[in-house]
């Protein structure tokens, strides 16, 4: 399923919805996300680029010694970002930038990271691409995200409620649509 927002419409979206997010997350992470970003960030080392942190959910789980620099399209996700890094000591530098153009020159990081954003990309492949430009050669690229389950009638289910809620409040596509935008950036 297609986002037709642009990357404006996005931005508002989710400057509405920063002072909720999290509430609305803790379902997933009741579901076992928070166990996924502590299994995917723990691969983080060096200097590392989350892309759209969004309330800064990842933060707490990157290992010692990395150096993080975080952006978003979101100012009002940014700004729950950066008290969350301050309630964790965590010293991050956080930047409003749209993922699509990211503001940094070729291979200069160790690490680019990103979760649950892809699908709400109104152009995903563009943004994966970015990521591989800014990631050095023998850097990673951490990506983790929905999907639409292998259960037919669950995944039927996903199909109707993301469609007819969430992607009217906070442009969040069907899950499946990352996997093949990962496969295409990938070719
Ligand atoms: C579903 S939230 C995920 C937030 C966070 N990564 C997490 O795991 O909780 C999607 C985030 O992507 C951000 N976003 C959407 N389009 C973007 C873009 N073009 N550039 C940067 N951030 C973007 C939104 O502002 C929002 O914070």
Redo the contacts with the bound molecule.
Sequence with gaps: MAINLT?KE??EK?NHFARW?DWD?GVFDLLGVSRL?RRLLRLASGQVL??????G??LRYYPPGCRIIA????KA?LDVARKRADQLSLNVSFLL????ALPFRDEIFDTVA????T????NPIA?LENMARVCRTEGRVLL?EHGRSDCERLGRWQDRTLKNLRCRL???GTGSRWISCVKQALK
């Design positions: 990357s996005i931005s989710y997010y997350e970003r989350e892309v759209a942190v969004g309330t959910k990842n952006v978003d399209i979101s996700m930038a749209d993922a699509e990103s979760s649950l954003s699908c709400t990309f109104p943004v983790l906070v442009a969040i």
